[in-house]
């Protein structure tokens, strides 16, 4: 569902020259999930990030980034974090994970702890309301080449309209 919901949007908003480079990433490169009931006691809201490093550093689990969707009330999608042990999400931080759909990527854990090092912050593709560019771009380095391609027909079709 948010695998489909994504492409949507990614579309629409391409139209009017907005490249979605995170959107864009996470459906090349991410796989999809749906959220199963965290069976442990829940950790701080709003700490995704901080949350899933601490679950993969101490208990092995795989930290992933990207997306977020409500598939009950699909409203937008959220940027996020969470962990997966043998295809099961395990999300510490919402309050009924089992209602969401997942789509990201699995970040080993060299880069967690490189870029964790590197910016002082938790959060790898995202960085102080940014994306993380660098990342993304050594990653898939074709989708920042097709974000920009949307981003200057939009600017073509812009300057036609004001001949």
């Not at 997306?67 to 043998?86: E, G, M, R, S, T």
């Not at 967690?112 to 938790?122: L, N, P, Q």
């Not at 920042?144 to 981003?151: F, G, S, Y």
Request: some cysteine; aromatic content about 12%.
């Amino acid at each position: 569902m948010i695998k489909d919901y994504l492409e949507r949007e990614v579309e629409l908003r391409g139209k009017i020259g907005i490249p979605c480079l995170l959107e864009r990433f996470v459906l090349r490169n991410g796989e999809e999930f749906h959220g199963s009931p965290y069976p442990g006691k829940r950790m701080k809201p709003k700490m995704c990030y901080m949350n899933s490093t601490f679950l993969m550093e101490q208990k092995g689990m795989k930290y992933y980034e990207g997306l977020c969707l409500n598939v009950i009330n699909p409203i937008l999608p959220f940027q996020h974090a969470w962990c997966v042990k043998d295809g099961v999400v395990y999300d510490p931080t919402l309050a009924e994970p089992e209602k969401y759909g997942y789509l990201g990527i699995h970040v080993p854990d060299r880069d967690v702890h490189r870029i964790t090092s590197e910016t002082g912050y938790y959060g790898i593709l995202s960085l102080h309301d940014m994306f993380n560019v660098d990342y993304i771009n050594e990653r898939d380095p074709e989708v920042m080449d097709i974000a920009k391609a949307v981003q200057g027909n939009a600017a073509k079709a812009m300057q036609m309209f004001s001949l």
